[in-house]
C-alpha cells in the first residue's frame, strides 16, 4: 500500500511552463482530482424547452440539448462547475460533450456548433481563474470532446456491412472545428472521451494535431476509452491494451477510462491500463450501474470506496466522476484520495507494440 501523501498544489510563476509540464509536476505530489458530468446536473435543473431554447433562434425542440444551455443559460452552466470547484476538482471539462456537427444536426443546431463551444470554454475557465484568484490554486481547463453519434469502424446496416454514414475525413475536420473553439476560448487540454469506436479518436487525434501544427504549439490531449463489456473491449473490438498501443503516438498527456460498469467493474481493466501506459492515468466511473429507470444510486461514499482502493493500489494519477455522479461524489473521492501517494508512471521498455483487436509486442 502507497503511503500517505499530502497533495500540494504548486505556484507556477514560470509563464513558459506548458500545460502539459505542469500538470505532471502537480501530479507528483498526489492524486489530482477532475470533475463530474453536466448531463445530470442540468437535468437536475429541470429547465424547460423555452429555457433550453432561449433566444438561440432555434425552431426545433431542444429540450434535452445540454450543449446549447452554454449559450441560453450560461448561469447554470457556471453554477455546475462552481459546486464541482468547491467538491476539490482541479481538472474541470467543458459542457460540450455533443457540441460537434454531426450531434448537433439532431437539433438544427449545426451552426451554432463553434459559438456553443467558445461560450462552454470561456465559462469554464472564468470559474476556474477566479478560484486561482481567491486561494492561488492553479486549475486545469479540459476541452470535452464526445464520440459523436455515428462510428466510422461498424456499419449501421446490417444489409450492407461496408456502409458508412461518415467518413474520416468529415469526423476529422468536425472533430477539429470543435478543438479549435475550445482552444480559442482558453482550454489547456483537449479532451476525446467515452471512446467506443476507435476510428472515431484516431480522426480527432488527426484533427487536434493539424491544429497542433497550424499553431506551432502543444496541444496536450487526454484520452478516455469506455469499456461495453465486462470482457474489457470497446464497441469496436479492442482491449483496453490494444487501444493503447493504437493511440500512445499522440502523446497523450493523460490516458484514462470513463463510464462503463461503475467503478467496482471497471477496477480490472484501470489495473490493466496502469501497467500498460506510460503517461498519466486517469478515470472517472459512473455511479454504480443504472437502476431499471436509469437513474444511479450508488451512494457518494460507495463511490469513493471503490474509486480510493484504486489510487491506493498504485493505480491512477487522476481521478474523477461520470455519468450519475454529483458533487457529493467528487467531494468524497477528493477525501478519501487526499493523503493518497501517486501513481509512478510506468517507463516502457523498448518495443514495437501493435495493435488488431489484441496487443502485439516485438521485442526489441
Given at each position: 500500500?502507497?503511503?500517505?501523501?499530502?497533495?500540494?498544489?504548486?505556484?507556477?510563476?514560470?509563464?513558459?511552463?506548458?500545460?502539459?509540464?505542469?500538470?505532471?509536476?502537480?501530479?507528483?505530489?498526489?492524486?489530482?482530482?477532475?470533475?463530474?458530468?453536466?448531463g445530470t446536473a442540468i437535468q437536475a435543473e429541470n429547465l424547460t424547452e423555452e429555457?433550453?431554447?432561449?433566444?438561440?433562434?432555434?425552431?426545433?425542440?431542444?429540450?434535452?440539448?445540454?450543449?446549447?444551455?452554454?449559450?441560453?443559460?450560461?448561469?447554470?452552466?457556471?453554477?455546475?462547475?462552481?459546486?464541482?470547484?468547491?467538491?476539490?476538482?482541479?481538472?474541470?471539462?467543458?459542457?460540450?460533450?455533443?457540441?460537434?456537427?454531426?450531434?448537433?444536426?439532431?437539433?438544427?443546431?449545426?451552426?451554432?456548433?463553434?459559438?456553443?463551444?467558445?461560450?462552454?470554454?470561456?465559462?469554464?475557465?472564468?470559474?476556474?481563474?477566479?478560484?486561482?484568484?481567491?486561494?492561488?490554486?492553479?486549475?486545469?481547463?479540459?476541452?470535452?470532446?464526445?464520440?459523436?453519434?455515428?462510428?466510422?469502424?461498424?456499419?449501421?446496416?446490417?444489409?450492407?456491412?461496408?456502409?458508412?454514414?461518415?467518413?474520416?475525413?468529415?469526423?476529422?475536420?468536425?472533430?477539429?472545428?470543435?478543438?479549435?473553439?475550445?482552444?480559442?476560448?482558453?482550454?489547456?487540454?483537449?479532451?476525446?472521451?467515452?471512446?467506443?469506436?476507435?476510428?472515431?479518436?484516431?480522426?480527432?487525434?488527426?484533427?487536434?494535431?493539424?491544429?497542433?501544427?497550424?499553431?506551432?504549439?502543444?496541444?496536450?490531449?487526454?484520452?478516455?476509452?469506455?469499456?461495453?463489456?465486462?470482457s474489457g473491449r470497446n464497441l469496436s473490438g479492442h482491449t483496453v491494451e490494444a487501444?493503447?498501443?493504437?493511440?500512445?503516438?499522440?502523446?497523450?498527456?493523460?490516458?484514462?477510462?470513463?463510464?462503463?460498469?461503475?467503478?467496482?467493474?471497471?477496477?480490472?481493466?484501470?489495473?490493466?491500463?496502469?501497467?500498460?501506459?506510460?503517461?498519466?492515468?486517469?478515470?472517472?466511473?459512473?455511479?454504480?450501474?443504472?437502476?431499471?429507470?436509469?437513474?444511479?444510486?450508488?451512494?457518494?461514499?460507495?463511490?469513493?470506496?471503490?474509486?480510493?482502493?484504486?489510487?491506493?493500489?498504485?493505480?491512477?494519477?487522476?481521478?474523477?466522476?461520470?455519468?450519475?455522479?454529483?458533487?457529493?461524489?467528487?467531494?468524497?473521492?477528493?477525501?478519501?484520495?487526499?493523503?493518497?501517494?501517486?501513481?509512478?508512471?510506468?517507463?516502457?521498455?523498448?518495443?514495437?507494440?501493435?495493435?488488431?483487436?489484441?496487443?502485439?509486442?516485438?521485442?526489441?
Amino acid at each position: 500500500m502507497n503511503a500517505p501523501h499530502t497533495l500540494q498544489l504548486p505556484d507556477h510563476d514560470a509563464p513558459h511552463a506548458t500545460a502539459r509540464a505542469r500538470l505532471n509536476e502537480l501530479a507528483k505530489s498526489g492524486i489530482v482530482m477532475k470533475d463530474g458530468p453536466y448531463g445530470t446536473a442540468i437535468q437536475a435543473e429541470n429547465l424547460t424547452e423555452e429555457q433550453y431554447k432561449g433566444d438561440s433562434g432555434l425552431t426545433m425542440d431542444q429540450k434535452g440539448n445540454n450543449d446549447l444551455v452554454n449559450l441560453t443559460q450560461p448561469h447554470v452552466i457556471r453554477k455546475i462547475c462552481d459546486s464541482y470547484i468547491d467538491a476539490g476538482a482541479v481538472v474541470l471539462a467543458t459542457n460540450t460533450f455533443n457540441a460537434n456537427r454531426i450531434s448537433q444536426a439532431d437539433y438544427g443546431a449545426e451552426h451554432l456548433v463553434h459559438e456553443i463551444n467558445l461560450s462552454a470554454a470561456k465559462i469554464i475557465r472564468r470559474a476556474c481563474d477566479d478560484a486561482t484568484a481567491k486561494d492561488g490554486k492553479e486549475r486545469f481547463v479540459c476541452g470535452a470532446m464526445g464520440p459523436t453519434n455515428k462510428t466510422l469502424s461498424l456499419s449501421p446496416d446490417v444489409e450492407d456491412p461496408g456502409y458508412r454514414e461518415v467518413t474520416f475525413d468529415h469526423v476529422k475536420e468536425v472533430y477539429k472545428e470543435q478543438a479549435a473553439a475550445l482552444l480559442e476560448g482558453g482550454c489547456d487540454f483537449i479532451l476525446i472521451e467515452t471512446v467506443f469506436d476507435t476510428l472515431n479518436c484516431k480522426a480527432a487525434i488527426v484533427g487536434v494535431k493539424e491544429l497542433e501544427m497550424e499553431r506551432g504549439a502543444d496541444v496536450p490531449m487526454f484520452i478516455s476509452m469506455t469499456v461495453t463489456d465486462m470482457s474489457g473491449r470497446n464497441l469496436s473490438g479492442h482491449t483496453v491494451e490494444a487501444f493503447w498501443n493504437t493511440i500512445r503516438h499522440a502523446r497523450p498527456a493523460a490516458m484514462g477510462l470513463n463510464c462503463s460498469f461503475g467503478a467496482e467493474g471497471l477496477r480490472p481493466h484501470v489495473q490493466t491500463l496502469a501497467e500498460t501506459a506510460d503517461t498519466l492515468l486517469f478515470a472517472y466511473p459512473n455511479a454504480g450501474l443504472p437502476n431499471d429507470l436509469g437513474e444511479y444510486d450508488e451512494p457518494p461514499e460507495t463511490t469513493a470506496k471503490f474509486v480510493s482502493a484504486w489510487a491506493r493500489e498504485g493505480y491512477v494519477n487522476i481521478v474523477g466522476g461520470c455519468c450519475g455522479t454529483t458533487p457529493a461524489h467528487i467531494a468524497a473521492i477528493a477525501q478519501s484520495v487526499r493523503d493518497v501517494k501517486p501513481r509512478m508512471k510506468n517507463e516502457a521498455e523498448p518495443a514495437m507494440r501493435l495493435a488488431g483487436l489484441d496487443p502485439f509486442k516485438i521485442a526489441s
